[in-house]
């Protein structure tokens, strides 16, 4: 790699400097990752004097577990610091319990032959599993190869974890070839991630997913065979997943961080990686703030080239530097560009992967004419018995339900044991609260041999707990009455 200048950073937009961490914030990732002890010190002294930890979020105490880990009794001079202790091992405690949650369904992922990356936090622990103190890991994510999905999801599924988004499990199923992630929970403390892939659809690379698998290093996670991506494969995907969110979470830069210090990151690859995934603005973000400001030492060949991909993305780089700034940070105005610049990245995301059949909802439509069917108690699930014949035919669905005076979606699925026959859905624009009868309207397949099809209400996503009646009532399964279900020939 030939030696080139360093050029300086400005910060004044559109340059990389306009979106570094200021403030407080500025104030935290020095306390965590400055070299000089004293200096950090006293950046963490300055924060704890000007903040009050019970009314930060919860990025700032992810940050400060890692401020409390590296300094431990060195701030116990300061009034914060019982706090502060007790704080890191609140999070150390629920990070545990995920882990401990999730180590039984990780080992019969193992077991049953699937290979299984870890990424983020997860990663960091599952090298030094003393970091742990240090790195906030509430849910743990997880990189599995495509052909091991089915498998994976099924060992979840029968496991009860709980699919995040409120789709049944036979419609995630048949659906798996085509997401790339997907959450699922368990009991108070359980929390997965589930990567098919481990960029989101605006950094894709079909040659770098495969690359980051043969990069991979072994390593244990409470017991249990996994692997870690590389350090360059653990930096870029940070970058990825941290520096396009306006700092959601900061703890992304200390994992960079970390990886770097280790002193085996492959430059060259980290290059490549940035190159074919378009991270050179968020790179040249994230590491210009941790070489000038911080004082991390990236080889100046390297930023050199970083900066210098960054610079050549034309106009797209002003949406970058948008996204990349701190939150904390937004006047009006920028709020305003910074939605817009989001808004133009998820619009030219792939989404979701190629999938067989197309998974096109039926959508709801007020009924026109109100069937003639006396009330009945309301059900969250209705068999509907099937004509004895082949083939493809239309069914006809209306049903009443009553909805409370929120702004929600409506969802319902059609099954039939394991296999999923449809998705139905509508929307509740109006906050009245009124009862309403929906029309919809759909094709199936029938084999002659199906008995019943099930009609079934679902929330539009899942809590652990449904306590919280404003909860059930924005997001909850809506009961219903099947008032006509009619098959008709196609056409």
């Not at 000089?36 to 700032?60: K, P």
């Not at 930096?235 to 992304?252: C, F, K, N, V």
């Not at 929120?406 to 906050?431: F, K, P, T």
Request: charged share 25%; proline share 5%; hydrophobic share 45%.
């Amino acid at each position: 790699m030939n030696a080139t200048p360093v050029r300086r950073i400005g910060r004044r937009f559109p340059d990389y400097g306009w979106s570094w961490p200021t403030g407080q914030l500025d104030l935290l990732l020095k306390a965590a990752l400055l070299s000089d002890e004293d200096a950090a010190a006293a950046c963490a002294a300055r924060w704890l004097d000007e903040n009050d930890i019970d009314l930060v979020s919860f990025r700032e105490h992810r940050l400060l577990a890692a401020i409390s880990d590296r300094f431990g009794r060195k701030l116990a001079g300061h009034a914060a610091h019982p706090r502060l202790v007790g704080l890191q091992k609140m999070l150390w405690t629920k990070s545990r319990m995920a882990m401990r949650e999730a180590e039984p369904a990780l080992k019969a992922m193992a077991d049953g032959g699937a290979d299984i990356m870890l990424i983020k936090g997860a990663s960091r622990i599952a090298l030094n599993a003393s970091a742990q103190r240090g790195r906030v890991a509430h849910d743990i994510d997880i990189l599995m190869r495509p052909r091991d999905m089915a498998a994976v999801f099924d060992i979840l599924r029968d496991r009860d974890w709980q699919i995040a988004s409120g789709v049944s499990a036979q419609y995630l199923r048949t659906r798996l070839a085509s997401l790339r992630s997907m959450n699922f929970f368990k009991g108070r403390f359980g929390d997965i991630d589930l990567h098919q892939l481990g960029y989101d659809g605006s950094q894709t690379s079909a040659e770098d997913d495969l690359a980051i698998w043969q990069r991979a290093v072994p390593a244990q996670f409470s017991g249990v065979a996994v692997f870690v991506p590389s350090p360059a494969d653990r930096m870029a995907l940070a970058i990825a997943h941290g520096g396009l969110d306006a700092h959601t979470h900061s703890d992304w830069l200390v994992d960079c961080a970390v990886a770097i210090h280790g002193e085996d990151v492959d430059w060259d690859t980290f290059l490549d990686i940035v190159g074919r995934r378009g991270l050179a603005v968020p790179a040249a973000v994230a590491l210009s703030y941790l070489t000038f400001e911080i004082g991390i030492p990236v080889p100046e060949p390297t930023m050199a080239r970083i900066l210098e991909m960054a610079d050549g993305v034309g106009l797209s780089r002003w949406s970058s530097v948008l996204q990349a700034k701190p939150r904390t940070d937004f006047g009006g105005l920028v709020w305003l560009s910074r939605g817009l610049a989001k808004q133009l990245r998820l619009k030219r995301k792939k989404g979701r992967l190629q999938q067989e059949p197309p998974a096109k909802p039926w959508r709801g439509r007020p009924a026109a004419r109100k069937p003639q069917a006396a009330s009945a108690p309301l059900v969250f699930s209705q068999a509907i018995a099937c004509p004895q014949t082949t083939g493809d035919m239309m069914l006809e669905i209306t049903v009443r339900i009553g909805v409370p005076p929120v702004r929600r979606r409506i969802e319902m699925e059609i099954n039939d044991g394991g296999e999923h026959i449809a998705r139905l859905r509508a929307m509740a624009i109006s906050r009245s609260g009124r009862e309403r009868v929906l029309h919809f309207r759909g094709k199936v397949t029938l084999d002659g041999a199906r008995v019943a099809l099930t009609l079934e209400a679902r929330p539009s996503r899942q809590f652990r707990e449904w306590n919280d009646a404003a909860t059930v009532a924005a997001y909850g399964a809506l009961p219903f009455q099947l008032l006509s279900a009619d098959f008709f020939p196609v056409g």
